[in-house]
């Protein structure tokens, strides 16, 4: 029997498909034993908020619940199929009505799968989980005899003690489990292992007659039939294909065993294109043109996971552990997409950062920028990785367990990065050097040109380019010299002996009063002094600091200040000594004639003591 439908755009519609089967129910259609009502008695019991849960303070009232929910989606939906006919003019697309229909038969199914405790199951899988499961479930019940209303534990028969764990469908391995909601009233839901063991339950009984009125099996309908998603006239072909095609492998149909291995061949080869692209397209390494275009393979990885989804469950319409399966794939890749464009998102900031005009990209500050940048962008991507984990259902304590013991063993294996990483960042902390500044660590001068999480890099003042670890460099005295907020400019002088005192006082005031006089010079830094009367010269010591810490500049300065101090010298009439040596010279004499006074006091002075006396 083929059942005309229109395209459903609402997301997850396509699962309501198996309620076509109670098609046959229009007419007011009695519960099996009083446990269903008709459709407006259920919809006179059932609350009239959307966002009511559905009642499960007893097992009766959590079966009556659960099956007067699926008699109101399936109204829902007939009443919709009835408004969709193409005589509306929406073939393509649904009215205001019929898409309020819709939302109300979904928000019924998704109420039903509120009675089933889905704790068990990944929650990137419980939406499908417990809308199949609900199918299977109706399809179940609809087969076997359930005990008169009666006889079921109500809310009062609970608060009398009855049900106290839960209560087993008699004749039966469906249970209900009671527990307790955050207010600490009872709840009574069908158990994790009912909904397991659904799909084994329906493979015994669906050979049963049903004990409804209608015969067609809803679920067999839903698994084969394509998604409502899907184009209306495709739609009718592919339930119109040969019954071979339709035919029930391995809770699929075969043609949507063919559709899927198509799709999936087709999303191979397009990622296998789109990656080599990647690989034969150089970019440079930095930048934020090259950030930015970084994140584009995982965007473009996370939206064609999203419709490679997509059209597995609205289109081709898997069910079952397949379904999970793909689903389970794809939240996979998804998040590890995502990590990754978390990643490289934090990498595009810093680069923007950096761009800055202020900012170079050699210093101190862009490699604090970056390093902070990834930091944080590691640890958004580890949640992200972790919160998919749990999506999928991966026992996230355990993995933060085994993390911390292989963190220690990984620890003690790389000791040695990590020393240079954390010197790298007291390097950072500390901030003794930067990009460009001129510097003396141990016994080198050199001038920094790269400061990295693992290393420091020093060009040397004969050009060569020294490695420093980061865990030796910032153990090291390191002497900057481009932090200098001055330079020092002491030097001396030797004046000739033959300068007289007056004018020896005379030209240190004035060297004094043109140091203090210039601008270029603190004047409270100035001192001018004679330091020792040497053996060939009158030493005078010369000390001012310089204002300016840029040492080229410094020395053109000093220069144009000793001109000065040579002017001053010169216009007070003495001269600078030199190394110099004074030698006594005397005439042969005749023997016994006595030496001259002058001559022989000289001699006698320069003479030994022991010689003296010659």
Same mark, same amino acid.
């Given at each position: 029997?083929?059942?005309? !439908?229109?395209?459903?755009?609402?997301?997850? !519609?396509? @699962?309501?498909?198996?309620?076509?089967?109670?098609?046959?129910?229009?007419?007011?259609? *009695?519960?099996?034993?009083?446990?269903?009502?008709?459709?407006?008695?259920?919809?006179?019991?059932?609350?009239?908020?959307?966002?009511?849960?559905?009642?499960?303070?007893?097992?009766?009232?959590?079966?009556?619940?659960?099956?007067?929910?699926?008699?109101?989606?399936?109204?829902?939906?007939?009443?919709?199929?009835?408004?969709?006919?193409?005589?509306?003019?929406?073939?393509?697309?649904?009215?205001?009505?019929?898409?309020?229909?819709?939302?109300?038969?979904?928000?019924?199914?998704?109420?039903?799968?509120?009675?089933?405790?889905?704790?068990?199951?990944?929650?990137?899988?419980?939406?499908?989980?417990?809308?199949?499961?609900?199918?299977?479930?109706?399809?179940?019940?609809?087969?076997?005899?359930?005990?008169?209303?009666?006889?079921?534990?109500?809310?009062?028969?609970?608060?009398?003690?009855?049900?106290?764990?839960?209560?087993?469908?008699?004749?039966?391995?469906?249970?209900?489990?009671?527990?307790?909601?955050?207010?600490?009233?009872?709840?009574?839901?069908?158990?994790?292992?009912?909904?397991?063991?659904?799909?084994?339950?329906?493979?015994?009984?669906?050979?049963?007659?049903?004990?409804?009125?209608?015969?067609?099996?809803?679920?067999?309908h839903f698994v084969s039939a394509p998604g409502l998603s899907m184009p209306i006239q495709l739609y009718r072909h592919i339930l119109?294909?040969?019954?071979?095609?339709?035919?029930?492998?391995?809770?699929?149909?075969?043609?949507?065993?063919?559709?899927?291995?198509?799709?999936? !061949?087709?999303?191979?080869?397009?990622?296998?294109?789109?990656?080599?692209?990647?690989?034969?397209?150089?970019?440079?390494?930095?930048?934020?043109?090259?950030?930015?275009?970084?994140?584009?393979?995982?965007?473009?990885?996370?939206?064609?996971?999203?419709?490679?989804?997509?059209?597995?469950?609205?289109?081709?319409?898997?069910?079952?552990?397949?379904?999970?399966?793909?689903?389970?794939?794809?939240e996979t890749l998804q998040t590890f997409a995502l990590a990754v464009l978390i990643l490289f998102g934090f990498n595009f900031l /810093? /680069?923007?950062?950096?761009? +800055?005009?202020?900012?170079?990209?050699?210093?101190?500050?862009? +490699?604090?920028?970056?390093?902070?940048?990834?930091?944080?962008?590691?640890?958004?991507?580890?949640?992200?990785?972790?919160?998919?984990?749990?999506?999928?259902?991966?026992?996230?304590?355990?993995?933060?367990?085994?993390?911390? !013991?292989?963190?220690?063993?990984?620890?003690?294996?790389?000791?040695? @990065?990590? &020393?240079?990483?954390?010197?790298?960042?007291?390097?950072? *902390?500390?901030?003794?050097?930067?990009?460009?500044?001129?510097?003396?660590?141990?016994?080198?001068?050199?001038?920094?040109? $790269?400061?990295?999480?693992?290393?420091?890099?020093?060009?040397?003042?004969?050009?060569?380019?020294?490695?420093?670890?980061?865990? &030796?460099?910032?153990?090291?005295?390191?002497?900057?010299? +481009?932090?200098?907020?001055?330079?020092?400019?002491?030097?001396?002088?030797?004046?000739?002996?033959?300068?007289?005192?007056?004018?020896?006082?005379?030209?240190?005031?004035?060297?004094?009063?043109?140091?203090?006089?210039?601008?270029?010079?603190?004047?409270?830094?100035?001192?001018?002094?004679?330091?020792?009367?040497?053996?060939?010269?009158?030493?005078? $010591?010369?000390?001012?600091?310089?204002?300016?810490?840029?040492?080229?500049?410094?020395?053109?300065?000093?220069?144009?200040?000793?001109?000065?101090?040579? @002017?001053?010298? $010169?216009?007070?009439?003495?001269?600078? /000594?030199?190394?110099?040596?004074?030698?006594?010279? /005397?005439?042969?004499?005749?023997?016994?004639?006595?030496?001259?006074?002058?001559?022989?006091?000289?001699?006698?002075?320069?003479?030994?003591?022991?010689?003296?006396?010659?």
């Open positions: 029997m083929k059942i005309p !439908v229109k395209k459903f755009w609402s997301p997850g !519609v396509v @699962t309501v498909l198996a309620l076509l089967g109670i098609f046959s129910a229009l007419l007011p259609v *009695a519960a099996q034993e009083g446990v269903i009502l008709d459709s407006s008695s259920a919809a006179a019991e059932l609350s009239p908020s959307p966002l009511a849960p559905a009642s499960t303070g007893s097992p009766r009232q959590t079966l009556d619940s659960f099956r007067r929910l699926s008699l109101a989606a399936a109204t829902d939906l007939i009443e919709a199929y009835y408004h969709s006919d193409g005589s509306d003019g929406g073939l393509f697309f649904d009215t205001d009505e019929v898409s309020a229909l819709k939302r109300d038969a979904v928000n019924n199914l998704m109420r039903a799968a509120s009675t089933l405790d889905l704790s068990k199951v990944p929650p990137a899988n419980r939406r499908t989980v417990g809308i199949n499961s609900v199918l299977l479930l109706e399809e179940i019940l609809s087969r076997i005899d359930l005990p008169d209303l009666a006889d079921i534990p109500s809310v009062a028969d609970v608060e009398a003690g009855a049900a106290v764990r839960g209560w087993t469908i008699p004749g039966t391995e469906i249970q209900m489990l009671r527990s307790e909601n955050l207010s600490g009233e009872p709840r009574y839901l069908f158990s994790p292992e009912t909904v397991q063991r659904l799909p084994a339950f329906y493979q015994t009984i669906r050979v049963l007659p049903r004990k409804t009125a209608g015969e067609i099996d809803f679920y067999q119109d294909l040969p019954k071979w095609a339709l035919t029930i492998q391995f809770e699929q149909a075969v043609w949507q065993w063919i559709a899927l291995c198509v799709l999936t !061949v087709l999303y191979g080869g397009l990622a296998y294109l789109v990656l080599q692209a990647e690989v034969r397209q150089s970019h440079s390494s930095e930048g934020v043109a090259a950030s930015l275009h970084r994140l584009l393979l995982p965007l473009m990885v996370i939206a064609l996971l999203g419709v490679y989804r997509w059209l597995c469950d609205d289109v081709i319409n898997l069910t079952g552990d397949v379904l999970t399966y793909v689903e389970l794939a794809v /810093a /680069a923007l950062v950096i761009a +800055s005009p202020r900012i170079r990209k050699e210093s101190l500050d862009a +490699s604090l920028i970056r390093l902070v940048m990834r930091v944080i962008g590691l640890l958004a991507a580890g949640f992200i990785v972790f919160f998919g984990a749990s999506r999928i259902g991966l026992p996230i304590y355990g993995i933060v367990a085994g993390l911390g !013991v292989g963190g220690l063993a990984i620890a003690l294996a790389v000791r040695p @990065t990590l &020393e240079n990483f954390v010197g790298g960042i007291i390097l950072y *902390a500390d901030r003794p050097v930067k990009v460009g500044d001129f510097c003396q660590f141990g016994n080198m001068l050199g001038t920094v040109e $790269e400061i990295g999480l693992r290393s420091t890099k020093v060009r040397s003042l004969n050009r060569t380019l020294v490695t420093v670890q980061n865990s &030796e460099f910032s153990q090291l005295s390191i002497t900057n010299f +481009s932090r200098r907020d001055a330079n020092l400019m002491q030097t001396t002088i030797r004046l000739r002996h033959e300068t007289a005192a007056p004018q020896l006082t005379t030209i240190i005031a004035a060297i004094a009063d043109m140091l203090r006089a210039d601008e270029r010079v603190k004047p409270e830094t100035v001192r001018v002094a004679l330091l020792d009367i040497a053996e060939s010269a009158l030493n005078v $010591e010369i000390w001012a600091y310089i204002d300016t810490a840029d040492y080229t500049r410094f020395l053109k300065i000093k220069e144009d200040l000793l001109i000065k101090v040579l @002017t001053i010298v $010169e216009e007070h009439g003495t001269s600078f /000594a030199k190394p110099s040596q004074t030698t006594y010279l /005397a005439q042969d004499r005749p023997p016994g004639e006595p030496l001259p006074t002058e001559l022989a006091e000289a001699l006698a002075s320069l003479a030994p003591p022991s010689r003296a006396r010659d």
